[in-house]
């Protein structure tokens, strides 16, 4: 007989999460996450190589249309329209790599490949980054505080999309209801990962002038290539501690991507219509 699915939720849950029943320890988030790096940065690292090519372009291109690269940037109105076109065409790939980080927040190996196996969500996607990116703008347009705020309520907004199949208005409701509970610790992590972004950037800024620039670069790189990594997986421990991933028990491969797609269309009915959860 045929080995029956089991599906089953590994951390929190969305029903605890808007109450804020869930906890969260900074610096085990943090070691966790870059255990997981050490182990599996490849895939992500390559993902993201991949992506990086393809949204150059499409900015390319795109620019191309709109008379050429130097008049773009001399037009601050053509130049936000290109970062809109490369935003949608990128996002969709960038949440295969999103959901890197949370497949090995739940133990589950990846391959760079998973930047297409979302992509059926990806108009979803794509307007989600578009909602998000726009709050954040007026977050920090407004002061900039409201900014850094809106950036770290709004940060599991895509794998909402993409793991529980939310649309992009109710994933960035539930985000920012769960996550306001925690606001101070998730602040915490994010800026550390900042810190070491600056750390990493400091060696350039202070050699780009000298015969040492080729080397500062170089460690840029080499530094970028475990940061990248980690951030993804900080985001999919957060994202498991806060609410919960379904994985099929009989999934040991890259095939949890069937099992996530499977269990997201069998509960796509409980968060469309009058759902209290995701209402504002």
Sequence with gaps: MPEKNIIVSIGGSVERAVKGEYSIDVKAVLSEAWQQTVKSRMSINLALFLVLIFGMMVSFIASSFFGGIELVIKDPELLQLINVIVTIAVWPFIAGIEMMGVYHAVNKPTQSKMVL??????????????????????GF???????????????????????????????????VKALRFKVV???????????ALIFLILPIALLIESSLAPL??????????????????VKGVLYREIFGVYVDENTSEIDLAD??????????????????????
């Design 117 to 138: 196996s979302f992509l059926h969500r990806g108009s979803w996607v794509a307007l989600s980054a578009l909602l998000t990116s726009l709050l954040i703008s007026i």
């Design 141 to 175: 347009q407004l002061l900039i505080v409201p900014g850094v705020l809106l950036a770290v309520l709004l940060s599991l907004t895509v794998p909402l999309v993409v793991e529980k199949k939310l649309t992009p208005v109710q994933a960035i409701v539930l985000s």
């Design 185 to 195: 610790p998730l602040l915490s992590i994010y800026v550390v990962l900042f810190m």
């Design 216 to 233: 500062a670069i170089m460690v840029f790189l080499f530094g970028f290539s475990y940061l990248a990594p980690w951030y993804y997986n």
């Design 259 to 280: 099992a996530v797609n499977k269990n997201s269309a069998n509960k796509d009915t409980e968060h469309n219509g009058s759902d209290d959860t995701f209402s504002a």
